[in-house]
């Protein structure tokens, strides 16, 4: 158990510019989670994926987000035409399930992906 | 909607003595899950604790341990003889055993706990 693993840890980048963020989950997790997290706030939910499969999207996750999990493995966020607002960290969670529903499984999390943009 | 509300941003409390932070949630189901997650400086969230809406015993690991009144949609968690370690942002969270309402965790606010030596 190697942990959810994200790259990279700190992202800055000037308005406009598109940025992707990576996450690895732990090898045997089948679901995917992404959360963000503004400052002095509780992680927000952005999307979930059961292996490949996107189950569930937030309203938070515009049409300049994008998220993929192309294997089943690693999982991609992508910020399309970056805006001031999109400053936050960007959480990585994983757990393992056997059904499309989740319950009250562990969820073990990366140690996120600091955005500034300028 | 489901909301988490922690209206404590900040506690504190001496090493080896005893801490209780509130959490409150609003639901209009029956059926649900709640969590303490804590994040410590490195950022890396972890799970405390967690409890079932159907089970009225209080959930407990080690010297954590929680007071969930489902009635009053209350869920606080009672840190006993606080270590250095403890020190963190500790988040309460909800999660709905309902398959429409989705697979996400609802987080609240958040309490920044100092433990002092």
């Known amino acids: 158990d190697t942990g959810v693993s994200q790259d990279p840890r700190h992202k800055i980048t000037k308005r406009g510019q598109n940025v992707t963020f990576r996450c690895d989950p732990i090898s045997e997790h089948n679901r995917l989670y992404w959360y963000r997290q503004t400052l002095g706030q509780g992680p927000e939910f952005l999307t979930y994926?059961?292996?490949?499969?996107?189950?569930?999207k937030s309203r938070l996750l515009s049409d300049r987000f994008s998220a993929e999990r192309p294997k089943g493995s690693f999982s991609t966020l992508e910020i399309q035409r970056t805006e001031q607002g999109d400053s936050a960290m960007y959480l990585c969670a994983s757990s393992l399930g056997s059904d499309t529903f989740a319950t009250n499984e562990k969820l073990f999390f990366g140690s996120g992906t600091q955005l500034s943009v300028l | 909607a489901q909301t988490v509300t922690q209206s404590q941003p900040e506690m504190s409390v001496q090493e080896a003595e005893t801490v209780t932070l509130s959490c409150t949630y609003d639901?209009?189901?029956?059926?649900?899950?709640l969590f303490w997650y804590k994040q410590p400086p490195s950022r890396q969230m972890i799970l405390v604790i967690r409890?079932?809406?159907?089970?009225?015993q209080n959930a407990t690991e080690n010297r954590f341990s929680v007071n969930f009144q489902k009635a009053a949609k209350s869920f606080s968690l009672k840190i006993s003889d606080s270590q250095l370690g403890d020190a963190a942002m500790y988040f309460c969270a909800y999660r709905s055993a309902t398959r429409a309402s989705g697979s996400r965790l609802t987080f609240g606010e958040g309490t920044q706990l100092t433990v002092n030596p």
């Open positions: 409890q079932e809406a159907y089970k009225q």
């Open positions: 639901t209009s189901e029956s059926d649900y899950y």
């Open positions: 994926f059961q292996n490949e499969a996107q189950l569930e």
